[in-house]
Nanobody
Framework: VQLQASGGGLVQPGASLRLSCKASGINFAINTMRWYRQAPGKQRELVAMITSSRTTDYADSVKGRFTISRDNVRRTVVLQMNSLQPEDTAVYYC?????????WGQGTQVTVSS
């Protein structure tokens, strides 16, 4: 199983970023996909998730600003992040629980700073 994340960067407050995660080695369409983030000195937290039926859920801190979506043909999960704030600064990881085993992407850095 491989999860390849991309799309991070350095942006100013109020800007947008789009993170992508391409999966291989799993039956992508049936799996719930998740995005987590970990800020310096803090625990990793769940940001957003999308089920196989495209039901979504978000952390309260990102509701209304972030949108998770999936493309089963391209085996990709996308996190669209709008109105970014300095507190969104973190390393973002995509995740899948495949048959009881957690798999993680390599992480992509998002820095929001003026």
């Amino acid at each position: 199983v491989q999860l390849q994340a991309s799309g991070g960067g350095l942006v100013q407050p109020g800007a947008s970023l789009r993170l992508s995660c391409k999966a291989s080695g799993i039956n992508f369409a049936i799996n719930t996909m998740r995005w987590y983030r970990q800020a310096p000195g803090k625990q990793r937290e769940l940001v957003a998730m999308i089920t196989s039926s495209r039901t979504t859920d978000y952390a309260d801190s990102v509701k209304g600003r972030f949108t998770i979506s999936r493309d089963n043909v391209r085996r990709t999960v996308v996190l669209q992040m709008n109105s970014l704030q300095p507190e969104d600064t973190a390393v973002y990881y995509c995740n899948v629980d495949n048959r009881g085993t957690d798999f993680w992407g390599q992480g992509t850095q998002v820095t929001v700073s003026s």
